[in-house]
């Protein structure tokens, strides 16, 4: 069974600071990885994805995720965050051998003083 | 990307009372799935709604509280049944295509007095 992990549940940043949410998985064969960010009082939206290829991959607002292997890590990063960046962050995971369920994590709520 | 609408976007209902919630998508999907999204927690699968066959649900919630419905590839609805105040959380439907992320709708959030 595939599961996700996010260890920062609440995150306080002042503007211009960078920003590193970790996300770690578990599963045995190749995954899937997003992140979806929720504003306050909107749907999920997709952030980035990660299918193959190079592994780090550029989202939407400048944020990026080091999707690296041998750790099991695939952590969020924005080099300098903005007050519309406060939102909840879910890292989901989907392993490909299994049945194309998506696992979330239980999410990061961070919050952006201007 | 497909677009996903779902209603009601919210609700107040009574203990005991059913609210069957709608989703409907513009484009024929492979996958749908409902999750649940309680306060400050992160998303838990409820089931995947099959097309023309029984849900799969997952550990924990069974078809008689949370029956499922999916006539064909772009519409499916999750009635939540003889409800407590415990059921009290947002809905959500989201939908995945072959090799595409998945999608999700606004939610309902659905409260239980």
């Known amino acids: 069974a595939q599961s996700v992990s996010q260890h920062n549940h609440h995150v306080i940043l002042s503007e211009a600071a960078s920003l590193e949410l970790g996300c770690n998985y578990s599963y045995g064969g190749t995954v899937n990885l997003f992140w979806y960010v929720q504003y306050p009082g909107q749907h999920l939206q997709l952030l980035l994805k990660y299918f193959s290829g190079d592994p780090l991959v550029k989202g939407i607002k400048g944020f990026e995720a080091e999707f690296i292997k041998s750790k099991f890590s695939f952590n969020l990063r924005k080099p300098s965050v903005q007050w519309s960046d406060t939102a909840e962050y879910f890292c989901?995971?989907?392993?490909?051998?299994?049945?194309?369920?998506?696992?979330f994590g239980r999410g990061t709520s961070l919050i952006v003083h201007p | 990307s497909a677009v996903i609408s779902q209603k009601p976007s919210r609700d107040i209902c009574q203990r005991g009372t059913s609210l069957t919630i709608q989703c409907q998508v513009d484009?024929?999907?492979?996958?749908m799935f409902w999750y649940r999204q309680q306060p400050g927690q992160s998303l838990t699968l409820i089931a995947t709604a099959n097309q023309g066959s029984e849900a799969t649900y997952e550990s924990g919630f069974v078809i008689d509280k949370f029956p499922i419905s999916r006539p064909n590839l772009t519409f499916s609805t999750l009635t939540v049944s003889n409800m407590s105040p415990e059921d009290s959380s947002i809905y959500l439907c989201?939908?995945?295509?072959?090799?595409?992320?998945?999608?999700f709708g606004n939610g309902t959030r659905l409260t239980v007095t």
């Open positions: 989901a995971v989907i392993g490909t051998g299994g049945s194309y369920i998506p696992t």
């Open positions: 989201s939908v995945m295509t072959d090799n595409s992320p998945l999608h």
């Open positions: 484009s024929q999907v492979t996958m």
